[in-house]
């Protein structure tokens, strides 16, 4: 039988059945639990980075899906039979393409840098972050933003795997594989350039978290952009390394 | 309480009289617990870290709003529409199935390739910019973060985009009418080749590609959207809300979002590769050896099949998408307007979940007959025969909400009952089509147009129709007209039966779809009466809903002013003033203590406890209450 | 208005079946072998669906007339988990089994090939018109190019027919597609320029018709007639118009017309 205690208690008195959002270490939930010491800013600060890697999370699920229809796509061509009237058989049409190699490998290179660089920058930035609470005390020092310029460098690696791809799409047309001629060649174009233009996006944030201190952003929005942007960019890498083992060794 | 309206005697709680529908008494006080504290609970990210301001000037009020609400509302007008040029298509097609050679005036008869046009263009527009966007986009922006409790989503500025460049891609898909040769015409589903060759078709040209750019920035916004809805879902419910107080609507808006975030991925892949296709020379699904109207087709090596499994491995996540936020809406009226607790709630989450994850396990069934592998029919078939036990759970437990209620018949209870029975009858022609051995005479003919059309055409429209008039109230702050609003439900309901029921018949006789004439076909003659009935029929319900925006429109302004919770409801936007302020709930983040449907609670002093209301609630069997 | 509700859908559920029931508009009369077997799975299919319809719409619309609000008490209750179980087995045991039933047909017809001796044809979709060529008393089909291939010029010319090969010295293409009554038949379908469908309702045979694929299938008419042959698969904008004949006719019938034929592709 059901009943209704019509006496209303206080709010801390009643049972609860939940707090929010399940199985997040306390600290992370801002100020629910009734955790108004310290820092009222801190507690933010952690959701909204919670938030951001989140919707990063989230979004890049759909970059996947994206790589999944077009590695189907890629494994059903290769191994597709249509009919040729000529022969009266079914006739696979798949020429393995030769990768122009040396430039894939350098590209990759400076891709898997440009993710060390970037790590060294979202680690940095954290630091500064970190300490910069306890910069109203007297006598402490706050790391200053490190004397490398780990985004810069980030930035400038991205630019030069984006050109290194255009420099190995010319490799290829200068030797006559161009986007129609054979699906292998056809396949090769798309995937470098959907991963190409998700990279660019990639690297327009990373712009404008280089450019945040101009603008008068504070610390607390260029660690999140870093951050985000930091995790979507290790994704990218990884996602390049799996676009070039499926090329190089699926053919 | 005396109704001063017609004087009928009304039971104290009720806040609508029960025989004419006006409003009777002041809305039972609501109790709104805070934190202990009292202090301003900060759950929300904003772009800067200043408190949450009210945006002012009218460009950032209305136009580029980050307010979820005016987000809300931009795509429910943007549906809005949507639907009146979707419907506006489909009586031409209507008119010319009836009346082959008639001249439309202004326009001259409809050409056969005209008519396959207007079919292409009436499926796309109501698919994507109708049921993916009223149902999910509208309603879910508006009141996704309320009944969770927060002051937005978690990205605006996102949720901003996401409605622009949906925007951008209706007015695309609008432009494809008036380019050279005009809209495409290879249907909705826009098989290859016949959409990846130009030649094959009037409109397959820029038309198509029109179609295909339009589609993908569709599938960029929606793919925003889902990105949003999950993280607010996740990250941004209140203090109390557990996943498992959620309200169905809520749940159905977060599994929806799952399956567009994992679909429209596909196909915007897809339509990358069909593009290339038609202008790169790529031979994706384009096979060697084909003559079309006589040219010789350069392509070689490429499979149609591929593009329809890479199109429904989206499309029917897709048709998913179209109704399961009507199924949330349903169960929310269900249990509101029965006064009583939604029956068997855990089985109506698990039953979402179900039905999310078996809709990416079935994509063949749409494909029996295309020349795939025979013995994946068989698989596909089976977990098709599945998907329909989670939909069936669904209908015993509305119906077993019913059972011992106390039925309230508001405009918005009508529909969604229509809505539990327009999904039986649009349900129950899917066992026909699921086994492959039917579907061999079934597939391609209008028993295929009536299933669909049951589904979305009709209960999924009504799952946007009962949100309607549901909310109405709360988002515009007045009454719909009841009246008004019965008589567009009861033309509406029993006119979509007479329109859809009688194309399983025709369906069985053998008639196929996408025939802009079926007079060539002996064995089609005797359907005729039955096309002309159809069409008369669709002619009064399109009629009728011209009375459902004259009662919009008309309690825009002159709709009786709507209290804060008209419906005597327990879910959080009805604890917060109508219309909602603009950070949703003035400063003071609601706490939740109960599941969302606690109705007829004993010994309760009203026959609802706000979910927000801190009062013991002790069931038996329940441990998370 | 519950009153209203459940007489409305009492009434559209019993009008609705009754036109299910009369068969006021079906399918033809059934042509061919599997037809039957087809044909009963309908029936077994419309008979279980047909109850869950009615129990479910007369079903909503007594409670919606029985529950309406007149002030009564209402049973407090969040769901009756044994219930739950019990309707959900028996959902997934009717829709499961109702499947399986039917799996049988669709194993004899398309798991398997046609038996050797069944009489060969090939069937050809192109916009707008069917063509059907048989491989004549040599039992081969001669190749086709599609670079040869002319429309508007019909009959072999269209197919691309290769006349320097020496199988093309028997094929026979006609629009007109003749079968013997009671013999298999094994089909070849293929398409010239998009997806076609070969559909033939009075002997419950459908088949997509798709470029780049050659698909078999096989069937046996039985009964001699004429029967309309519709595509199937929207293939452009004269989609409406591609009609066929297909006449089955006894084999004796077949063998004149075959005979006739060969003897004129031999004087041309």
């Known amino acids: ?251 | 309480m005396v109704c001063p309206k017609c004087g009928t005697s009304n039971p104290d709680v009720n806040t609508f009289c029960e025989k004419c529908g006006a409003v009777v008494s002041k809305p039972v006080p609501v109790a709104v617990a805070h934190d202990a504290a009292g202090t301003h609970e900060h759950g929300q990210a904003h772009a800067a870290h200043a408190p949450h301001h009210a945006p002012s000037g009218f460009i950032r009020k209305y136009v580029f709003s980050l307010d979820h609400k005016v987000i809300g509302i931009q795509y429910f007008f943007l549906a809005l529409t949507a639907v009146f040029v979707g419907l506006f298509l489909s009586v031409l097609m209507r008119i010319h199935l009836v009346w082959p050679d008639a001249k439309i005036p202004g326009w001259g008869p409809i050409m056969p390739e005209q008519y396959l046009t207007l079919v292409t263009m009436h499926g796309t527009i109501m698919v994507f910019f109708v049921l993916t966007t009223a149902p999910q986009s509208g309603f879910g922006n508006y009141f996704l973060p309320i009944q969770i409790g927060a002051e937005d989503m978690a990205f605006p500025v996102l949720n901003m985009l996401s409605f622009w460049t949906t925007f951008v891609s209706f007015l695309v898909m609008l432009a494809a009418f008036f380019v050279e040769g005009g809209a495409p015409l290879g249907g909705w589903t826009f098989y290859a080749p016949l959409s990846a060759i130009p030649q094959a078709g009037p409109g397959q040209g820029l038309g198509a590609d029109m179609w295909i750019i339009s589609i993908a920035i569709f599938c960029v916004a929606s793919l925003m959207g889902a990105l949003n809805f999950i993280t607010t879902t996740l990250d941004l419910r209140c203090k109390g809300m557990s996943m498992w107080r959620l309200p169905l609507t809520v749940w159905t808006w977060f599994i929806t979002a799952i399956l567009g975030l994992l679909a429209f991925g596909v196909l915007l892949a897809g339509g990358i590769l069909l593009l290339m296709d038609r202008q790169l020379g790529t031979s994706f699904f384009v096979p060697g050896g084909l003559v079309v109207s006589g040219v010789q087709i350069k392509h070689n090596g490429g499979s149609p099949l591929l593009w329809q499994h890479l199109f429904w491995f989206f499309g029917h996540p897709e048709v998913y998408i179209a109704i399961l936020p009507g199924m949330g809406v349903a169960s929310q009226l269900l249990s509101t307007f029965s006064r009583k607790p939604i029956f068997g709630y855990r089985a109506m989450v698990y039953a979402i979940m179900a039905i999310g994850f078996l809709g990416f396990m079935v994509w063949g069934h749409h494909m029996f007959m295309s020349g795939m592998n025979p013995y994946s029919a068989f698989a596909f078939s089976l977990m098709t025969m599945a998907i329909g036990v989670p939909s069936a759970i669904k209908t015993f437990n509305w119906l077993g909400t019913l059972y011992r209620g106390r039925l309230r018949f508001t405009t918005p209870m009508l529909y969604a009952i229509g809505f539990v029975s327009l999904f039986v009858s649009g349900g129950l022609s899917g066992p026909f089509l699921a086994q492959p051995t039917l579907d061999i005479y079934l597939h391609d003919t209008f028993f295929v147009v009536a299933h669909f059309h049951l589904i979305m055409g009709v209960a999924a429209i009504f799952g946007i129709f009962a949100g309607t008039y549901y909310w109405f109230p709360k988002m515009f702050g007045r009454m719909m007209s009841e009246t008004l609003g019965r008589i567009h439900f009861w033309i509406t309901f029993v006119g979509a039966y007479a329109i859809f029921m009688p194309m399983h018949y025709i369906g069985m006789a053998g008639r196929p779809r996408r025939y802009s004439d079926i007079r060539l076909f002996e064995y089609l003659h005797s359907t005729m009466t039955v096309e002309r009935f159809i069409s008369i029929a669709a002619f009064i319900v399109a009629g009728a809903q011209f009375v459902f925006l004259v009662n919009f429109f008309w309690s825009l302004w002159k709709g009786e002013k709507a209290p804060d919770n008209p419906w005597d409801c327990t879910t959080l936007e009805w604890t917060t003033s109508t219309p909602p302020p603009f950070d949703n709930f003035a400063g003071k983040t609601p706490v939740v203590y109960h599941g969302p449907y606690e109705y007829s609670v004993p010994g309760a002093p009203a026959d609802f406890v706000m979910q927000t209301d801190p009062s013991e609630v002790h069931s038996e069997g329940h441990g998370h209450d | 208005m519950g009153l209203a509700l459940l007489v409305v859908l009492s009434l559209i559920t019993l009008v609705s079946s009754y036109f299910f029931a009369a068969k006021t508009w079906w399918m033809p009369a059934v042509a061919s072998t599997y037809g039957p077997a087809i044909d009963a799975q309908f029936a077994y299919t419309y008979v279980a669906m047909g109850v869950v319809f009615i129990a479910a719409q007369i079903g909503l619309g007594w409670f919606a007339w029985r529950y309406r609000d007149r002030a009564q008490k209402v049973d407090y209750s969040h769901g009756n988990l044994r219930l739950e179980a019990t309707w959900t087995v028996l959902t997934a045991i009717l829709f499961v089994g109702l499947n399986l039933m039917g799996q049988k047909i669709w194993a004899e017809a398309r798991f398997q090939g046609a038996a050797p001796g069944a009489l060969q044809v090939e069937i050809t979709g192109m916009q707008f018109q069917w063509y059907f060529r048989y491989p004549g008393p040599d039992g081969k089909y001669a190749k086709t190019d599609p670079t040869q291939a002319d429309a508007s010029a019909g009959g072999e010319a269209a197919l691309g027919l290769d006349t320097t090969d020496p199988a093309a010295k028997d094929d026979i293409v006609v629009n007109t597609l003749y079968l013997p009554v009671n013999r298999e038949v094994d089909v070849t379908l293929r398409a010239q320029d998009v997806i076609h469908d070969f559909y033939v309702p009075a002997l419950r045979f459908k088949q997509d018709a798709v470029p780049g694929l050659m698909i078999h299938m096989h069937f046996t008419p039985t009964q001699v007639g004429d029967y309309e042959v519709a595509c199937a698969e929207l293939c452009g904008l004269g989609h409406y118009r591609m009609r066929a004949m297909l006449k089955v006719v006894s084999q004796q019938d077949f063998d004149q017309w075959m005979a006739a034929k060969e003897k004129d592709k031999s004087a041309q």
Do not use: C
């Open chain 1, 1 to 251: 039988m059901a009943t209704l205690n019509s006496t209303l208690k206080s709010p801390a008195d009643v049972q609860i059945g939940g707090h929010g959002p399940d199985n997040l270490p306390p600290h992370y939930w801002g100020g629910g639990d009734g955790d108004h010491g310290g820092d009222d800013e801190a507690p933010r600060f952690y959701e909204r980075l919670r938030r951001y890697r989140m919707g990063v999370a989230v979004g890049l699920a759909s970059v996947v899906m994206i790589f999944v229809a077009l590695t189907s796509a890629y494994v059903v061509r290769q191994g597709l039979g249509s009919w040729d009237d000529r022969t009266a058989t079914y006739a696979n049409d798949w020429k393995p393409l030769p990768l122009p190699e040396t430039l894939l490998l350098i590209n990759t290179v400076l891709l898997l840098a440009s993710s060390a660089t970037l790590e060294f920058a979202r680690r940095n930035i954290h630091q500064q972050g970190v300490t910069a609470a306890l910069g109203h005390i007297p006598g402490v020092a706050t790391d200053r933003e490190s004397s490398v310029p780990w985004l810069g460098i980030s930035i400038i690696l991205g630019v030069a795997f984006l050109i290194g791809q255009i420099a190995a799409w010319n490799e290829l047309q200068h030797a006559g594989y161009f986007v129609s001629g054979n699906p292998s060649t056809s396949f090769f174009y798309v995937l470098t350039g959907v991963h190409g233009a998700h990279l660019l996006g990639g690297l327009l944030t990373l712009f404008y978290a280089a450019l945040m201190p101009l603008l008068g952003k504070s610390l607390d929005s260029r660690r999140i952009a870093v951050d985000a942007t930091g995790w979507y960019w290790h994704f990218m890498a990884a996602l390049w390394l799996y676009v070039y083992a499926l090329l190089h060794f699926v053919k």
